[in-house]
């Protein structure tokens, strides 16, 4: 069985100061992105888990993709048997991965969201998405949203997802870094720039209203990342790759999640194009790639 799921931008991340647990409560917009990797399950009865993974993109330096247990579709196809408490149950998964690696583009969340999706169906489970959220969420904060796809809130730790009620499909050009950004030192850089963000973040009222009108030119303007410092803190150039997106004429630019990937707003698929022209004559980029959304979740196909 084969199971596509699409990688995540955060139309804005709202962070707070951190909680008691030491994760930061989230206000952010999620939208899945037609980017998608693909696993390949086929059903196994001696209780082996097995992972291989096909990379499709460049790496950053230093990022490994494991082939072992710490592989996050591994881990959650581990969680559903340990749920379905059958030991015998086993899988062999083929990832062929086409989202960028450690680019806060959730790449390892979506094939966790997947290996859920199809051992659930191999394995007979007869668990529906809703039920499997909490295993999601158990998993990673934004492993739960893409079960769903779409464009939702993102709210908790970001792992209750609600949806929005949004039209229209958006034009989007990512560039990729060389070098991965890690998540956890992306936060802790926050705590240290911002020790007096707040308890409660929000999702601005302004791209709510862009969403709910389709308008790209709104939304543009709304798009925000409270991790924006703190990412450029640690790679300043990401400022330059911002700055050429802008000058050629995009509608907004943030950077994706925890980064380092950034990610820019067309207003067509033509203005998109020579958005990518212009990132890729810059030669700061280590890839530059043309995308849409919002597209549906993991799904079976
Ligand atoms: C920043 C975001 C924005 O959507 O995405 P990425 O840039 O990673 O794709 C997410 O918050 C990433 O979610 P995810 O990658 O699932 O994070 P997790 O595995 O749950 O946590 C990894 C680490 O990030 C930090 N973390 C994560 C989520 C959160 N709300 N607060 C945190 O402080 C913690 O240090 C945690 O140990
Ligand atoms: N299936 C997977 N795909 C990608 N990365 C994975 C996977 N399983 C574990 N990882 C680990 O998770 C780290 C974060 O990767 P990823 O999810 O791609 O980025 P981000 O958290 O920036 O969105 C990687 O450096 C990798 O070591």
Redesign the pocket.
């Known amino acids: 069985m084969t199971v596509r799921v699409p990688a995540?931008i955060?139309l804005c991340?709202g962070v707070g100061r951190?909680r008691p647990d030491?994760?930061?409560?989230?206000a952010?917009v999620?939208q899945a992105v037609d980017l998608h990797d693909e696993l390949r399950i086929t059903a196994r009865d001696d209780g082996e888990i097995t992972v291989a993974v096909h990379t499709e993109v460049a790496l950053p330096e230093g990022s490994v993709v494991p082939e072992s247990d710490d592989n996050l579709a591994v881990r959650a196809a581990r969680l559903l048997r340990k749920h379905l408490g059958d030991e015998s149950l086993g899988a062999d998964i083929v990832i062929r991965k086409v989202i960028p690696v450690a680019g806060?583009?959730?790449g390892?969340?979506a094939d966790a969201a997947a290996a859920l999706v199809g051992c659930n169906e191999l394995w007979g489970g007869g668990l529906s998405k809703l039920d499997l959220e909490p295993f999601a969420a158990e998993l990673?904060?934004?492993?739960p949203f893409l079960l769903h796809g779409g464009i939702a809130i993102?709210g908790g730790?970001?792992e209750t997802v609600s949806p929005v009620l949004a039209r229209g499909g958006y034009h989007w050009v990512f560039a990729t870094a060389a070098e991965g950004l890690s998540?956890?030192a992306?936060?802790?850089e926050f705590d240290r720039l911002a020790p007096d963000a707040p308890a409660e973040p929000e999702v601005p009222d302004a791209l709510l209203n862009a969403l709910r009108a389709g308008d790209a030119h709104a939304l543009g303007l709304a798009l925000s990342n409270d991790?924006t410092e703190a990412a450029l803190s640690l790679r300043p150039e990401l400022a330059d790759t911002l700055d050429v997106g802008l000058r050629a004429g995009a509608l907004g630019a943030i950077i994706?999640?925890?980064?380092p990937t950034t990610v820019f707003l067309a207003a067509s698929e033509q203005h998109a194009l020579d958005l990518a022209m212009a990132l890729t004559s810059a030669m700061n980029a280590a890839d530059v790639i043309q995308s849409h959304g919002p597209v549906s979740g993991a799904r079976l196909v």
């Open positions: 995540k955060n991340l951190p030491g994760f930061h409560p989230l952010t999620y806060g583009m959730a390892g969340s990673g904060s934004d492993v993102g730790r970001g998540t956890a992306v936060y802790a991790l994706s999640g925890s980064g």
